[in-house]
């Protein structure tokens, strides 16, 4: 039944679809969700009350960790609260959620931006009274299902000695990337993917995405030889998606034979799942 997923665009609620896909079924989850800070998505709200957005969080990553394999990955990349008073340390609260899982927490990854951007001063300027710290760092968070070891074959791997060393030390150093030429309010660079997917996988096996906005966690998979199952509940970024994948920057990169712009959950997983 997997099958049916595989290589596919899903348009519709990251729960309804992730409820839709066999259990033990895929072997890395990358993903970023929504920070709730308030940025503009199509269509979704991101300022939950941050009990509720906890919740709902802590609903997805059950999900998640059913539909992975047994030493399957969890890979999330979320930001510091930016707001002025810091007091959801959420990364630390996703830890928590995991950990409570029973999910085995592999460490965090700190991703350096390399932000040199002007900012003006917050909180007290050039004074102790209180000052404030201007995060130029995200986090990567890692986790693996019942067991540390992931099951591949051997000539699978793409891991490159050089990538290999790089990929364990602690702090990657990369930039971000651009909103106004993705066309979505929070993408995250390729490098941030394709490192994990080399780094956590096998080629041939199963990366998702359940928050998969403009797509490139699919365009990463697609390029290093994996198979991707991306979701979101937006049309526009689904098309979006779907465009990048198979046409990144009007080049045909890709040979993905699914036609359609993208599927709508609503209709297609439940005739899949008949």
Same mark, same amino acid.
Request: hydrophobic fraction near 35%; glycine fraction near 6%; charged fraction near 25%.
């Given at each position: 039944?997997?099958?049916?997923?595989?290589?596919?665009?899903?348009?519709?609620?990251?729960?309804?679809?992730?409820?839709?896909? $066999?259990?033990?079924?895929?072997?890395? %989850?990358?993903?970023?969700?929504? =920070?709730? +800070?308030?940025?503009?998505? @199509? &269509?979704?709200?991101?300022?939950?009350?941050?009990?509720?957005?906890?919740?709902?969080?802590?609903?997805?990553?059950?999900?998640?960790?059913?539909?992975?394999?047994?030493?399957?990955?969890?890979?999330?990349?979320?930001?510091?609260?930016?707001?002025?008073?810091?007091?959801?340390?959420?990364?630390?609260?996703?830890?928590?959620?995991?950990?409570?899982?029973?999910?085995?927490?592999?460490?965090?990854?700190?991703?350096?931006?390399?932000?040199?951007?002007?900012?003006?001063?917050?909180?007290?300027?050039?004074?102790?009274?209180?000052?404030?710290?201007? $995060?130029?760092?995200?986090?990567?968070? %890692?986790?693996?299902?019942?067991? =540390?070891? +992931?099951?591949?074959?051997? @000539? &699978?791997?793409?891991?490159?000695?050089?990538?290999?060393?790089?990929?364990?030390?602690?702090?990657?150093?990369?930039?971000?990337?651009?909103?106004?030429?993705?066309?979505?309010?929070?993408?995250?660079?390729?490098?941030?993917?394709?490192?994990?997917?080399?780094?956590?996988?096998?080629?041939?096996?199963?990366?998702?995405?359940?928050?998969?906005?403009?797509?490139?966690?699919?365009?990463?998979?697609?390029?290093?030889?994996?198979?991707?199952?991306?979701?979101?509940?937006?049309?526009?970024?689904?098309?979006?998606?779907?465009?990048?994948?198979?046409?990144?920057?009007?080049?045909?990169?890709?040979?993905?034979?699914?036609?359609?712009?993208?599927?709508?959950?609503?209709? @297609?997983?439940?005739?899949?799942?008949?």
């Amino acid at each position: 039944m997997i099958e049916k997923f595989i290589n596919k665009v899903i348009l519709g609620d990251c729960l309804d679809v992730l409820e839709k896909i $066999p259990n033990d079924s895929v072997h890395l %989850i990358v993903t970023s969700p929504p =920070y709730n +800070l308030n940025i503009q998505y @199509e &269509n979704h709200s991101d300022e939950l009350e941050y009990s509720d957005y906890l919740k709902w969080m802590s609903e997805v990553w059950k999900k998640c960790n059913e539909v992975l394999v047994r030493g399957g990955r969890l890979c999330i990349n979320i930001g510091e609260n930016k707001r002025q008073n810091i007091s959801y340390p959420t990364y630390s609260a996703f830890i928590q959620s995991c950990v409570e899982l029973n999910m085995l927490y592999r460490g965090t990854i700190i991703w350096n931006k390399n932000s040199a951007a002007k900012h003006t001063a917050w909180g007290s300027w050039n004074s102790p009274s209180n000052p404030h710290i201007v $995060p130029r760092h995200e986090y990567i968070i %890692i986790f693996s299902k019942g067991d =540390y070891k +992931l099951l591949g074959k051997k @000539e &699978n791997c793409d891991l490159k000695p050089e990538e290999f060393m790089e990929y364990t030390r602690s702090v990657w150093s990369f930039g971000t990337e651009s909103k106004t030429k993705i066309g979505h309010p929070a993408p995250f660079p390729l490098e941030l993917p394709k490192r994990l997917i080399k780094f956590y996988s096998y080629k041939e096996q199963i990366v998702l995405d359940p928050f998969a906005g403009s797509g490139t966690v699919g365009i990463a998979a697609s390029l290093l030889e994996r198979n991707y199952i991306l979701i979101d509940n937006s049309e526009e970024y689904c098309k979006l998606a779907e465009k990048r994948i198979n046409d990144k920057n009007g080049m045909n990169l890709f040979n993905v034979s699914n036609k359609k712009d993208f599927i709508d959950s609503s209709a @297609e997983i439940q005739i899949l799942n008949n």
